[in-house]
C-alpha cells in the first residue's frame, strides 16, 4: 500500500522546504517537488507542517510505585501519545523486587506493553542494586535491544556514589548510555521529614523539600563522576532549575561532551505557584515546579542547544483518587503528573509560536536528537528516505484551548487546563498508518512492535 502525503511544507532539524514524501508499507521511500504515483492514496496537507513523528523518551507507563500504580496502561497511555503526535516511546521501567535481575523487570514489561501499545516502544533498563552480575547484564540488555540503564539518586532504590561509577564505566565500555533522576536523597529526607515534623504538610511542602540546590549538587555529583569514568556518556532527566543548567555548563566548559540534558513542558511552563492552588495536589511531581526565573532559564538553554530532549515523564495518577492521599501529607501523594499528549502542541504553542524557539529546534528535541541519544535513529525520529513513515501534520494556523475533555489517557485531569493554544495536530501516521486524525485515535490495539535499539550515537 502507497501513501503520498502531498505540498505540505517539510521540517526537520535543519531544513524546510515545500515537498511531497512517498510512503510504501512502512517507509519512506522518496521525498520531492512533485511526486507522482497513480497506485498511492493521497494525503493533502497544503498549508500544513510535516514533521517527523515524535520521540518520548521518558514515560511511565502503568509503572508500580507501591502505594499505588500509573493509570494509563500501555494501551491508554500510547492512545494518548498517538493523538498528540508521539510515534515512539521508551520508558522507564520501574523498580522491581530487591535483588532482581535486569531482565526481570524486562520480561514483566513485554507483558505489559505486548498486545497493548499502539505506537512503537522501547524501555529503559532500572539499576536497583549494583554487582558484578548486574555489571555483566548491562551488556547482555544492551544486545537485547536495551543500550540504556536509569539510575535513581533518590528514592528506595537510589545508588550511592561507587555504584554510579561502576555503571558509568560499563556502559562507557559498551557504547550505552546511563540517565539519571538527581535529587540528593539525604537532604530531600531530611526536609520532608523536618516540615512534616512541623505540621508543614499541604503540597507547597513537596517542593520546600526538593530546592533546586538538591537537585544540582546531584547533577554536579553525577557529572563528575561521569568524568572521572573518562566522559562516560550521561542524560539528564527532567533538568528543571536555572542551577542544574549552570553544573552542566561548568562540566561542558571542563571539556565534558558526553553530556545530555533532558526537560519537560512542566518545567517549561509551570511554576510553584501551582501547588499554592486548591488543585496543587495534581502538580506533585519530583523534581517539583519551580520558579518564572527557571521556566525562561530553560527556554534559553533549549533555544541555545544546551539541552538536547524535552520529554514529558508522563506519570499520571487521578487527582480524585491517588493524589488525593496526599491531602493531610504531601509525602504520601504519590509523585507524577500526565503530559504524553500534550507535549507536542505546547512546545509548538508556546514554543515556536511565541518566538521561543525555531521549528527546527522543535524537531531535534522533540523527534531527532532522543532518536539519535538512544539509539533510534534513523528509524526513528527523521523524515529520510528508509526510515520509518512516522510523521505528524501539524496546523500552524489553528487555535484553540486545550481541555481534559479534548485527552485520550485514562487520567481525570490536564496539567495544563485551560490554556491556549496556537496549532492543531491533524494527522498521524506510523510506519505509514494513520494512527490519528483530527483528534481521534484511528488505529488498533497491539499494534506498537518494540523497538530493539542499538547503542547511542553521539549528538
Ligand atoms: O514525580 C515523578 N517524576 N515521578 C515519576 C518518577 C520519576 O521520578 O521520574
Ligand atoms: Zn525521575
Ligand atoms: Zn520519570
Redesign the pocket.
Given at each position: 500500500m502507497k501513501k503520498l502525503v502531498k505540498n505540505g511544507r517539510i521540517f526537520t532539524e535543519s531544513e524546510d522546504y515545500l515537498a511531497d514524501l512517498l510512503i510504501e508499507d512502512e517507509k519512506i521511500v522518496s521525498i520531492g517537488a512533485r511526486l507522482h504515483d497513480a497506485d498511492a492514496e493521497i494525503i493533502d496537507a497544503a498549508g500544513c507542517y510535516v514533521l517527523p513523528g515524535a520521540v518520548d523518551v521518558h514515560t511511565?507507563m502503568d509503572?508500580d510505585v507501591g502505594i499505588s500504580r500509573a493509570v494509563d496502561d500501555f494501551y491508554d497511555g500510547t492512545v494518548a501519545a498517538a493523538c498528540g503526535g508521539t510515534t515512539s516511546i521508551v520508558d522507564?521501567m520501574a523498580f522491581g523486587p530487591a535483588g532482581v535481575p535486569l531482565h526481570y523487570q524486562f520480561e514483566v514489561y513485554k507483558k505489559l506493553a505486548e498486545g497493548k501499545a499502539v505506537i512503537d516502544y522501547g524501555f529503559h533498563g532500572t539499576a536497583q542494586h549494583v554487582d558484578a552480575d548486574i555489571l555483566a547484564e548491562l551488556e547482555t540488555m544492551a544486545a537485547d535491544g536495551i543500550p540504556s540503564v536509569k539510575a535513581y539518586l533518590t528514592y528506595g532504590f537510589k545508588l550511592n556514589d561507587a555504584d554510579v561509577l561502576q555503571i558509568l564505566q560499563k556502559m562507557k565500555e559498551i557504547g550505552g548510555i546511563t540517565a539519571f533522576?538527581c535529587e540528593n536523597h539525604d537532604i530531600v529526607e531530611y526536609l520532608k521529614q523536618k516540615h512534616k515534623s512541623e505540621g508543614k504538610t499541604s503540597a507547597v511542602w513537596h517542593a520546600k523539600s526538593r530546592p533546586n540546590l538538591a537537585e544540582a549538587e546531584a547533577v554536579q555529583r553525577v557529572l563528575k563522576l561521569a568524568r572521572m569514568a573518562g566522559d562516560a556518556p550521561v542524560y539528564i532527566?527532567?533538568l528543571s532549575c536555572k542551577e542544574s543548567l549552570e553544573a552542566v555548563r561548568e562540566a561542558r566548559r571542563q571539556g565534558q561532551k558526553q553530556i545530555f540534558v533532558e526537560t519537560c513542558p512542566q518545567y517549561l511552563l509551570l511554576t510553584e505557584e501551582c501547588y499554592t492552588r486548591e488543585d496543587g495536589l495534581k502538580y506533585i511531581?519530583?523534581p517539583p515546579l519551580r520558579t518564572k526565573e527557571d521556566c525562561d532559564a530553560l527556554w534559553k538553554g533549549l533555544a541555545k542547544g544546551e539541552i538536547q530532549a524535552v520529554a514529558t515523564?508522563h506519570?499520571p495518577f487521578h487527582y480524585a483518587k491517588e493524589k488525593q492521599m496526599g491531602k493531610d501529607d504531601f509525602t504520601a501523594c504519590p509523585?507524577?503528573a500526565p503530559g504524553v499528549e500534550e507535549r507536542l502542541i505546547l512546545l509548538y504553542s508556546e514554543g515556536v509560536a511565541k518566538g521561543r524557539l525555531t521549528m527546527h529546534r522543535l524537531v531535534e528535541t522533540l523527534c531527532t536528537s532522543p532518536s539519535r541519544i538512544y539509539g533510534l535513529y534513523p528509524q526513528k525520529g527523521a523524515l529520510l528516505p528508509g526510515a520509518d513513515a512516522d510523521l505528524v501534520i501539524l496546523n500552524p494556523d489553528a487555535s484553540g484551548v486545550l481541555t481534559h475533555s479534548q485527552m485520550h489517557g485514562a487520567v481525570d485531569y490536564t496539567a495544563y487546563e485551560g490554556m491556549k493554544i496556537q496549532g492543531e495536530i491533524r494527522l498521524v501516521m506510523q510506519r505509514g498508518n494513520v494512527i490519528a486524525k483530527d483528534g481521534r485515535f484511528t488505529r488498533e490495539k497491539g499494534a506498537g512492535r518494540f523497538i530493539h535499539r542499538t547503542p547511542h550515537t553521539n549528538v
Amino acid at each position: 500500500m502507497k501513501k503520498l502525503v502531498k505540498n505540505g511544507r517539510i521540517f526537520t532539524e535543519s531544513e524546510d522546504y515545500l515537498a511531497d514524501l512517498l510512503i510504501e508499507d512502512e517507509k519512506i521511500v522518496s521525498i520531492g517537488a512533485r511526486l507522482h504515483d497513480a497506485d498511492a492514496e493521497i494525503i493533502d496537507a497544503a498549508g500544513c507542517y510535516v514533521l517527523p513523528g515524535a520521540v518520548d523518551v521518558h514515560t511511565h507507563m502503568d509503572l508500580d510505585v507501591g502505594i499505588s500504580r500509573a493509570v494509563d496502561d500501555f494501551y491508554d497511555g500510547t492512545v494518548a501519545a498517538a493523538c498528540g503526535g508521539t510515534t515512539s516511546i521508551v520508558d522507564h521501567m520501574a523498580f522491581g523486587p530487591a535483588g532482581v535481575p535486569l531482565h526481570y523487570q524486562f520480561e514483566v514489561y513485554k507483558k505489559l506493553a505486548e498486545g497493548k501499545a499502539v505506537i512503537d516502544y522501547g524501555f529503559h533498563g532500572t539499576a536497583q542494586h549494583v554487582d558484578a552480575d548486574i555489571l555483566a547484564e548491562l551488556e547482555t540488555m544492551a544486545a537485547d535491544g536495551i543500550p540504556s540503564v536509569k539510575a535513581y539518586l533518590t528514592y528506595g532504590f537510589k545508588l550511592n556514589d561507587a555504584d554510579v561509577l561502576q555503571i558509568l564505566q560499563k556502559m562507557k565500555e559498551i557504547g550505552g548510555i546511563t540517565a539519571f533522576h538527581c535529587e540528593n536523597h539525604d537532604i530531600v529526607e531530611y526536609l520532608k521529614q523536618k516540615h512534616k515534623s512541623e505540621g508543614k504538610t499541604s503540597a507547597v511542602w513537596h517542593a520546600k523539600s526538593r530546592p533546586n540546590l538538591a537537585e544540582a549538587e546531584a547533577v554536579q555529583r553525577v557529572l563528575k563522576l561521569a568524568r572521572m569514568a573518562g566522559d562516560a556518556p550521561v542524560y539528564i532527566v527532567h533538568l528543571s532549575c536555572k542551577e542544574s543548567l549552570e553544573a552542566v555548563r561548568e562540566a561542558r566548559r571542563q571539556g565534558q561532551k558526553q553530556i545530555f540534558v533532558e526537560t519537560c513542558p512542566q518545567y517549561l511552563l509551570l511554576t510553584e505557584e501551582c501547588y499554592t492552588r486548591e488543585d496543587g495536589l495534581k502538580y506533585i511531581m519530583s523534581p517539583p515546579l519551580r520558579t518564572k526565573e527557571d521556566c525562561d532559564a530553560l527556554w534559553k538553554g533549549l533555544a541555545k542547544g544546551e539541552i538536547q530532549a524535552v520529554a514529558t515523564d508522563h506519570c499520571p495518577f487521578h487527582y480524585a483518587k491517588e493524589k488525593q492521599m496526599g491531602k493531610d501529607d504531601f509525602t504520601a501523594c504519590p509523585n507524577g503528573a500526565p503530559g504524553v499528549e500534550e507535549r507536542l502542541i505546547l512546545l509548538y504553542s508556546e514554543g515556536v509560536a511565541k518566538g521561543r524557539l525555531t521549528m527546527h529546534r522543535l524537531v531535534e528535541t522533540l523527534c531527532t536528537s532522543p532518536s539519535r541519544i538512544y539509539g533510534l535513529y534513523p528509524q526513528k525520529g527523521a523524515l529520510l528516505p528508509g526510515a520509518d513513515a512516522d510523521l505528524v501534520i501539524l496546523n500552524p494556523d489553528a487555535s484553540g484551548v486545550l481541555t481534559h475533555s479534548q485527552m485520550h489517557g485514562a487520567v481525570d485531569y490536564t496539567a495544563y487546563e485551560g490554556m491556549k493554544i496556537q496549532g492543531e495536530i491533524r494527522l498521524v501516521m506510523q510506519r505509514g498508518n494513520v494512527i490519528a486524525k483530527d483528534g481521534r485515535f484511528t488505529r488498533e490495539k497491539g499494534a506498537g512492535r518494540f523497538i530493539h535499539r542499538t547503542p547511542h550515537t553521539n549528538v
